[in-house]
């Protein structure tokens, strides 16, 4: 295979170097983002729904027959869980409906961690599942590849940091100009010419698709970043106030554990580097995960809230929840002496970054607008599907036979320039994007040299 890159490669001779320039490197932003992509689009798509999935599959221990009367105490399904799977307790997470189930998380003797599941009406164990081992658990973390390690999560952030170069980069070549200027008839901007068998219907699905779900990839790729393990966490704790965490405001003088609440229980992005407060009782009867769930109901946490249990003589029980109602955010720390409420912390406490970026984030979940949110961004999911398709078939019909097929570079190189100092731009703000851009820069020389000494042994 040669590594052509002459202008016989790709558009006429007379397209404009900036033009060329913004082509040859969005090809190299698809070239490594097409895979993350489609992985990212189909796992997206599925977990959008992931309540209503994860319902259906594991029917037989989430869901159970409604009776009238009252319910099992919470230390009472907490002790069958114990004895049906023998370890320690740490999570305990009332029924949010009639037939929902509750669910204890116990740590094994092996380390090993698993979530019970038990009829609140009968006390019943109805089966048991390791900790995020669920069908959608496990798409999440494919979705992220944290299946794979920080490094393969670590490729995610990289493809996140293209696919923004990808967005950029393509609408400037969409943007409708004079024929003349790109070497290319009218059409391919809101209108699809031509027919399957023809490289220009290829090229106007994928120009069209892009301009219809580029704004919403590229608001995607912004918003899964406060995940991601470098940029994601390195922000988190800027943002968070050098590693403490609370939000303005909630600074108060209460004795504070080294444990951060993103190691206790699930929490939102903008809480993960909060620490846990300490339970200053020592000497009295704590009050019991019984008492605990009836404060939490008293102070009307949201449905569906999830209580972590105290660790140690100086542990707190706390209660959180996440729903799609952001207003309803809430995480409660209570003294498992007293059950005072220590700290009360909820989406209106966050600050401005935080706020903004929880939005953005329930916003990439699915959950702000309900319904019409989850299959906006199934469609959306589908369009980027389209958007690598017609992209990658367009790139086989255009690429010589035997070649590569790197668009070509432009006559004057101080162009290339300019758009390689634009994008490391982005190469600054996300740093692991910067790292293989240079890698790219190298590539690219690489590829520049062969196709040099391919067109030397040619004239030989």
Not at 99 to 105: T, V
Not at 373 to 398: A, E, P
Not at 410 to 428: F, S, T
Request: aromatic share 8%; glycine share 12%.
């Amino acid at each position: 295979m040669s590594f052509s890159s002459s202008p016989q490669a790709g558009r006429p001779r007379g397209v404009p170097d900036l033009y060329r320039a913004v082509w040859r490197w969005h090809f190299y932003a698809g070239l490594l983002v097409v895979p993350f992509l489609i992985l990212l689009s189909v796992t997206g798509a599925l977990y959008a729904f992931r309540a209503e999935i994860d319902t259906l599959i594991h029917r037989d221990v989430m869901r159970v027959v409604a009776q009238p009367g009252p319910r099992h105490a919470p230390e009472q399904l907490v002790a069958a869980a114990l004895r049906a799977q023998p370890g320690t307790a740490f999570r305990y997470v009332p029924p949010a409906r009639p037939d929902a189930s509750a669910e204890i998380g116990i740590r094994t003797a092996a380390g090993e961690r698993l979530v019970v599941y038990a009829d609140p009406h009968s006390g019943h164990v109805l089966g048991a599942i390791a900790d995020k081992g669920t069908a959608m658990g496990i798409v999440r973390r494919l979705h992220s590849l944290a299946f794979f390690g920080p490094v393969a999560n670590g490729l995610i952030e990289i493809a996140a940091g293209w696919s923004i170069l990808l967005v950029g980069t393509g609408l400037y070549l969409w943007w409708p100009r004079p024929s003349g200027e790109t070497g290319r008839e009218k059409g391919g901007v809101v209108t699809v010419r031509g027919h399957p068998g023809r490289r220009i219907f290829w090229r106007d699905l994928h120009a069209v698709t892009g301009a219809g779900v580029g704004v919403v990839l590229l608001f995607l790729a912004i918003t899964g970043m406060p995940w991601s393990v470098f940029w994601g966490s390195t922000v988190n704790q800027w943002a968070n106030g050098h590693n403490f965490g609370y939000p303005a405001g909630l600074r108060v003088a209460l004795p504070m554990s080294e444990e951060h609440l993103g190691h206790a229980a699930p929490t939102s992005w903008s809480l993960e580097q909060a620490r846990l407060p300490h339970s200053t009782g020592h000497g009295a009867q704590p009050i019991g995960l019984d008492a605990a769930v009836a404060a939490f109901d008293r102070l009307e946490l949201a449905p569906g809230y999830a209580v972590s249990l105290p660790v140690g003589g100086n542990g707190v029980y706390t209660g959180s929840v996440y729903p799609n109602d952001l207003a309803r955010q809430r995480v409660v720390h209570l003294d498992q002496y007293s059950g005072q409420a220590l700290l009360d912390m909820g989406y209106a406490d966050y600050g401005p970054l935080g706020r903004a970026l929880e939005w953005g984030i329930n916003i990439h979940l699915g959950q702000q607008w309900g319904l019409a949110n989850q299959i906006g961004l199934v469609l959306f999911c589908l369009g980027i599907l389209v958007l690598c398709v017609s992209g990658t078939v367009m790139w086989w019909k255009r690429r010589p036979k035997g070649a590569l097929g790197v668009p070509p570079l432009p006559r004057e190189r101080r162009v290339l320039r300019g758009v390689v100092a634009m994008l490391a731009v982005g190469g600054i703000i996300f740093p692991l994007v910067g790292l293989s851009l240079l890698v790219m820069l190298a590539l690219d020389r690489v590829l520049v040299r062969l196709a040099a000494r391919g067109r030397v042994r040619e004239a030989a």
